[in-house]
C-alpha cells in the first residue's frame, strides 16, 4: 500500500505551517485551468527528466486530477530513486476542491 493522506489532512499541515513540497503531475493545461496554491508543476511524462526538481530531504505531496497518476509518479519515485518522503493525496485536486477548497475549479 502507497502512502496517502486526505485532502482534510493536507488542509491541516498546510494550515499549520508544515514545510511540505506539493507536486503536480498532471498536463500544464489542467495545471493552468486549477491548482493547489504553492504547487510546482512536473507533469508525471517528464518526471523522469526533471526528477531533480525534488527535494528528497522535505516531505512531498504528489497530486493529479483524481489521484491515480500521483499513485504512479510516488511509485517510480521510490523504486527507481529510493525517495521515501512521498505521500499521495488521496483523491487528487478533485477531492480538494469538493471537500476543502470550492474556489479551486472542479473539472
Same mark, same amino acid.
Given at each position: 500500500m502507497l502512502p496517502e493522506l486526505t485532502p482534510e489532512d493536507l488542509h491541516a499541515r498546510l494550515q499549520r505551517g508544515d514545510d511540505l513540497q506539493l507536486i503536480d503531475v498532471r498536463q500544464p493545461e489542467e495545471y493552468a485551468y486549477c491548482r493547489i496554491a504553492g504547487s510546482h508543476l512536473?507533469? &508525471?511524462?517528464?518526471? =523522469?527528466?526533471?526528477?531533480?526538481?525534488? +527535494?528528497? +530531504?522535505?516531505?512531498?505531496? &504528489?497530486?493529479?486530477?483524481?489521484?491515480? *497518476?500521483?499513485? /504512479? =509518479?510516488?511509485?517510480? &519515485? /521510490?523504486? *527507481?530513486?529510493?525517495?521515501? $518522503?512521498?505521500? $499521495?493525496l488521496r483523491g487528487g485536486i478533485h477531492a480538494w476542491s469538493t471537500r476543502v477548497d470550492p474556489s479551486v475549479a472542479v473539472y
Open positions: 512536473i507533469p &508525471l511524462g517528464e518526471l =523522469a527528466s526533471r526528477v531533480e526538481e525534488i +527535494d528528497p +530531504d522535505r516531505p512531498t505531496v &504528489l497530486i493529479c486530477h483524481h489521484g491515480v *497518476r500521483s499513485m /504512479q =509518479a510516488l511509485a517510480y &519515485l /521510490q523504486h *527507481r530513486h529510493e525517495m521515501t $518522503n512521498l505521500l $499521495n
